[in-house]
């Protein structure tokens, strides 16, 4: 199966720290990307995926469980322009075609 | 300049016209895909290319046709445009060969935003 599942809204506050989940179906599991989408914009490469353990850019940091289908993305030291679409998606097989989650909307509050 | 390029970037159209969107890259990569993306759907996958010679249907190929011209230009054709295919449409590209341990990275163009009345 393809399902991406990540929440559809989330909420948090200026300054603090904000984890966003995606889980999938591990059948032929070949990587796992983030994604930023700001509102009627382009989505952006964030962070990338293909062995366990946490990957760390700066603010922000992936980790991914393959044997239990899991990613989040951890954003530290919110700011108001992290306000923005996140998108989950999961690269399967040799085709290495992109399967997206719906996304989560993340609202970075003053 | 923008590595990826879309046009237009919003168009109004009527039911039963034909409509093309174009995309082109200077980026230099090989594969190139087109994606739609309706409100709470998240990203869908139209068709893509690995080459010029080279084009995949993908999840929703059913009402469009693509051009892949030249390995810098990937056009996306709707022959006869319906209500249900409006939405904002990214193309994007990435390259097959590996840069900084991951390959295939995919980077979008701005997006269509196209309506059909």
């Known amino acids: 199966g393809q399902n991406i599942d990540q929440p559809t809204e989330m909420t948090a506050t200026e300054g603090a720290i904000v984890q966003i989940n995606c889980t999938y179906q591990?059948?032929?599991?070949?990587?796992l990307f983030w994604y930023q989408q700001h509102a009627g914009e382009a989505p952006t490469f964030l962070s990338y995926?293909?062995?366990?353990g946490l990957e760390e850019k700066g603010r922000f940091s992936s980790f991914l469980s393959r044997s239990k289908g899991y990613s989040y993305l951890l954003l530290k030291e919110l700011q108001m322009k992290d306000s923005a679409s996140y998108l989950c998606?999961?690269?399967?097989?040799?085709?290495?075609?992109?399967?997206f989650g719906s996304g989560t909307q993340l609202t970075v509050l003053p | 300049d923008a590595d990826v390029t879309q046009t237009p970037r919003n168009r109004i159209t009527k039911t039963g016209k034909r409509i093309m969107l174009e995309c082109s890259q200077t980026?230099?990569?090989?594969?190139m895909y087109w994606y739609r993306q309706d409100p709470g759907l998240g990203l869908r996958l139209i068709y893509y290319?690995?080459?010029?010679?080279?084009?995949n249907k993908g999840e929703i190929s059913d009402g469009y046709s693509v051009s892949r011209q030249a390995q810098a230009k990937f056009s996306l054709s709707l022959e006869s445009a319906i209500p249900n295919q409006t939405a904002l449409y990214f193309c994007?590209?990435?390259?097959?060969?590996?840069?900084?341990?991951?390959?295939?990275?995919?980077?979008f163009g701005p997006g269509t935003r196209l309506t059909v009345l």
């Open positions: 290319s690995f080459d010029v010679k080279d084009i």
């Open positions: 998606a999961v690269r399967r097989g040799s085709a290495r075609q992109l399967t």
């Open positions: 995926n293909v062995l366990d």
């Open positions: 591990t059948s032929g599991f070949n990587g």
């Open positions: 994007a590209t990435s390259d097959s060969r590996t840069s900084g341990g991951i390959t295939d990275t995919q980077y």
């Open positions: 980026k230099g990569h090989d594969r």
